[in-house]
């Protein structure tokens, strides 16, 4: 709770703050396609998973420094048993999130770009900044315990001993390379891939170590079939896990897992007659 009330302070500095640029205010609309890297996908960062779509309102200082109050919407999901890796493919974990994100981004353009004007049409520019994300994981599974293909909201069933479910915000940080044209007039169009590295390892379910052996010993007995399959001990009986697995790791060793969008997006930007001087 106090995140989402430090986030919104935050982002309310950024309006009244805006006020004074209004006549130099730039809205954005983007959408493509988002990814993940963690503990399901170790290793291809330009994997696409899902789609993505946001909008953004931005203050221009000049033509080279952007301030901007970004929103993202995006779909990532990975799945062991399509993995390429045999260990991943035995473990037999999924999942799937919707990410919601807001964050403040600070834009930097390469030439003195303008959509209102400038003496370059184009320009390739970084990006970086602060923000939050919520984000929920669920899994997909057909359990004999509970036969049919159902889904799970993993964090509730504590899949790795926790005693208590981790939480569905974080603190993220975007960074990022785009290129932008000016279209006709105030019109621009942009293109831009940003990765985001969340202060959290929890994006996928999967952080630390397989939970203890007694780790259900209190729970009903359908509860603990369950939660020893989204476990992801691989044994076709599930109230049968394999000892050895017991303490071990069950991701990697990276405490926070990254996401990614990447797209194309259009923007028009309202311009001062007394805006900037070329």
């Known amino acids: 709770m ?7 302070c935050f982002f309310a500095l950024f309006f009244i703050g805006s006020s004074a640029f209004a006549q130099n205010l730039e809205f954005g609309l983007i959408g493509g396609g988002a990814g ?15 789609i993505s779509a946001g909008a953004n309102v931005k203050v221009n200082f000049d033509p ?7 929103y993202m919407h995006g779909k990532i999901k990975a799945d062991d048993r399509e993995s390429e890796n045999a260990q991943f493919r ?8 919707n990410l919601n994100e807001f964050s403040l981004q600070l834009d930097f353009n390469f030439f003195e770009y303008f959509a209102g004007g400038g003496t370059k049409n184009f320009t390739p520019y970084l990006f970086a900044g602060i923000g939050g994300v919520w984000f929920n994981p669920i899994g997909k599974y057909d359990i004999p315990s509970n036969p049919g293909e159902k889904e799970y909201q993993l964090r509730f069933y504590r899949t790795e001993g ?26 621009g169009l942009f293109t831009q891939i940003g990765y985001r590295t969340a ?80």
Request: charged share 20%; net charge positive.
């Open 90 to 97: 035995e473990r037999g974990l999924n999942f799937k999130s």
């Open 162 to 187: 926790q005693k208590e479910a981790y939480g569905n915000s974080a603190v993220t940080v975007p960074y990022g390379v785009g290129f932008k044209v000016r279209l006709k007039d105030n019109w």
């Open 64 to 70: 080279y420094w952007t301030l901007g109050l970004h």
């Open 199 to 278: 202060y959290t390892d929890y994006l996928d379910d999967v952080s630390g170590k397989y939970p203890m052996a007694d780790y259900t010993a209190n729970d009903p007995a359908d509860l603990r079939l369950i939660r020893q399959h989204l476990s992801g001990f691989p044994n076709a009986d599930p109230s049968l896990p394999v000892t050895n697995l017991y303490g071990t790791q069950r991701g990697d060793l990276r405490k926070r897992d990254t996401y990614m969008f990447v797209g194309i997006g259009i923007s028009y930007t309202f311009v001062s007659q007394k805006c900037y001087t070329f």
């Open 36 to 50: 993940y890297m963690g503990d399901l996908n170790q290793n291809k960062p330009l994997k696409i998973s899902g």
């Open 2 to 8: 106090h995140f989402r009330i430090q986030l919104f």
